[in-house]
DNA sequence: AAGATTACGCAACAATCGTTACTTTAAAAA
DNA sequence: TTTTTAAAGTAACGATTGTTGCGTAATCTT
């Protein structure tokens, strides 16, 4: 009886998607977001309870992206595996500048990396198998090799630094390097 | 003839970066910073063109107070001279949180870390002294381990880590380190 | 003490935001 | 074909922003 809805769920997150990626979560309003859809603001708020919401699920789907490029890079084959998920994270953040400073240089009062091991637990696991070092260790081992790929990846993402594939790939292997030779002399002592 | 001004420019300037430093800059406000002043916003357009002008100068405020970071840090003799700038870099990351993602976090598509290279050679003089290696080895030599400060502190800004000072200087010193291994082998070859 | 000058407070303006009545209209059901 | 139903369009509302005109009042000059 009624009219077809003009709009799915995921249009509209797609649309939004889009004006977030060139211009971030405050180029996000209701009216450009209708116009960009080419239709009026209804639509929206017919599919979506309010603005908030909405952004809520443009978070998501830009987490979902960032997962394809893990994915992407893991199974290309073109790097080790837990060096792909570093360069990944630094394609990302060139690529996608606007969408990496929403998901990994915000606030993240309540979410603390020391206090969810789990979420690395993969990448611990590895170190752990590859350098045979203890758990801690690989912790430890990970976090600063992370922040050296964050340091990288957010310098990029603010467009304060522009290395190619290849000089970052270098720098990783040679950062890796220095590391495992400090860890593993730490063992010994 | 005139009544007398009710605040002055630097006045005006310390209540906004009071503002800034506790929510970013978009809690500067003219009716915000009123509020502060406990005026009207007559006296803040009086003194300033336009709220544009203000951010401008809240904005080398936050410089000024960064540059009293690196002074006291080097002035103290608790570091070498090098590393001092590491660490208030990073003690400014951590005390001044949003001050810090103002200055360091921002977009800087105009000025690359690349193209200026003259501002850091205050650094990369003191690492070709230190170690004997090329000025470009030097400038590559402190971009790598500026990376990883750089990465310490954003982490640190966005509450993501926290990390006590004797761990950041273990760490630094344990970086730089193994960057200057890496650097005079590579000398070596 | 009176006058002149101008900073200040009040309140309004336009612009922009999210949100929502009200109306129109498309399309399925009769 | 007509009726019904709800999605979409229009346009308004209130809130918040920067900015400014107007009247008031403070203070220096005379």
């Not at 009886?1 to 211009?23: C, G």
């Not at 603001?41 to 309010?50: H, R």
């Not at 830009?62 to 490029?69: F, R």
Request: proline residues 2%.
């Amino acid at each position: 009886m009624p009219p077809k809805f003009k709009f799915t769920k995921d249009e509209i997150i797609s649309a939004a998607l889009n004006l977030v990626r060139k211009n971030g979560m405050s180029a996000l309003t209701a009216r450009a977001l209708a116009e960009e859809l080419g239709c009026s603001v209804k639509p929206i708020f017919g599919l979506f309870k309010n603005m908030d919401e909405l952004q809520q699920s443009v978070f998501s789907a830009a987490k979902n992206l960032y997962q394809s490029y893990l994915q992407d890079s893991a199974f290309n084959g073109e790097y080790p595996v837990y060096k792909s998920a570093g360069m990944a994270y630094i394609r990302f953040a060139k690529e996608e500048k606007e969408l990496f400073k929403l998901l990994f240089m915000r606030d993240r009062r309540n979410e603390k990396i020391e206090e969810n091991r789990e979420e690395v637990r993969q990448f611990t696991d590895l170190i752990m198998e590859k350098l045979g070092i203890s758990e801690d260790e690989a912790y430890m081992f990970h976090l600063e090799m992370w922040i050296y790929v964050h340091g990288i990846a957010t310098m990029i993402a603010t467009s304060y630094l522009e290395w190619s594939d290849t000089l970052v790939s270098e720098t990783l292997t040679d950062i890796f390097t220095g590391l495992k030779h400090r860890y593993l002399q730490k063992g010994k002592e």
